[in-house]
């Protein structure tokens, strides 16, 4: 299992794994993004936390692992590629690529919540499990012959120890005002920095300075490069803060005073 290799394995390594595991011609056709380097096998500890706070883990490419104090896991863009150590009680996938849903999906999820609809329209998700609530607001995405396919996507909003954390997917759009009114306070923004596959890099610029979240974590960058191009930019409005650990223990009293990028390894 791939979320089994070690913490280091190179890139090129991954990207033959990649296409050995991939299912024929239908993978080999994905034009979708590919992380070059995931960090897997970050160990996952079980949550002890105060009521008022969650866990965020950066597992790689565009999934996090968030944990409340009650036990509960959610696992953002679940893939097949890039997995947590653990089974999620939650995933959430979005459709853009086949690095951000699975195909096959592992035993014991109890809630597996695509960011579309396969019967067509709007995905409509809100749902509660013991002391985390998870939601979705509808985006569209370009389709791989450039058109654009209606409410294929989806942000997701995690409500947890009374923080509300906004994974915003692979977000291909500017954020109008229902979309907004839609998800309401963002108090942690997990933000795609890649500048091309997602939105460009002034698009999201303007995403994050309309949602004014206290903590915006940087994902869905290729190689360090990339990263460092959206960090330079980002530091001449925010400070930069970069972690050694890729988890994060937060609450509402302990976010920030202004809105801050907190960099967490891994790809």
């Known amino acids: 299992m791939i979320a089994g290799l070690p913490r280091l394995i190179g890139a090129a390594t991954l990207l033959v794994l990649c296409a050995i595991l991939g299912s024929g011609a239908a993978r080999a056709a994905d034009p979708g993004c590919k992380p070059d380097m995931a960090f897997m096998g970050a160990p996952i500890r079980k949550a002890s936390l105060k009521a008022d706070e969650a866990r965020i883990s950066f597992i790689g490419h565009a999934t996090f692992l968030i944990e409340s104090a009650r036990g509960v896991t959610a696992a953002t863009d679940y893939n097949d590629y890039v997995r947590a150590q653990i089974t999620p009680v939650i995933a959430t996938m979005n459709k853009a690529h086949s690095t951000h849903y699975s195909r096959n999906p592992e035993n014991g ?33 370009r389709s791989f012959s450039g058109a654009t396919d209606q409410d294929g996507n989806s942000i997701f909003i995690f409500e947890v120890g009374e923080l509300c954390i906004v994974h915003l997917g692979h977000l291909h759009h500017t954020l109008e005002p229902g979309h907004l009114r839609a998800i309401g306070r963002a ?19 303007e995403v994050m300075e309309k949602l004014q979240a206290r903590i915006m974590i940087p994902m ?24 050694d650990a ?20 891994g790809r």
């Open 246 to 265: 890729p988890s994060l223990v937060v609450s509402r009293a302990s976010l920030p005073r202004q809105p801050t990028v907190i960099v967490l390894p």
């Open 109 to 141: 999820i109890v809630h597996l919540l695509r960011g579309w609809d396969p019967a067509g329209g709007k995905a409509d998700h809100d749902v509660t499990e013991r002391d985390m609530r998870v939601r979705n607001v509808s985006t569209n995405i």
């Open 187 to 205: 108090d942690v923004l997990l933000v795609p920095v890649d500048g091309g596959y997602t939105l460009d890099m002034d698009g999201m610029f």
């Open 220 to 243: 869905h960058f290729f190689g360090q490069a990339t990263l460092e191009r959206f960090l330079a930019r980002a530091s001449t409005s925010w400070p930069v803060e970069r972690r």
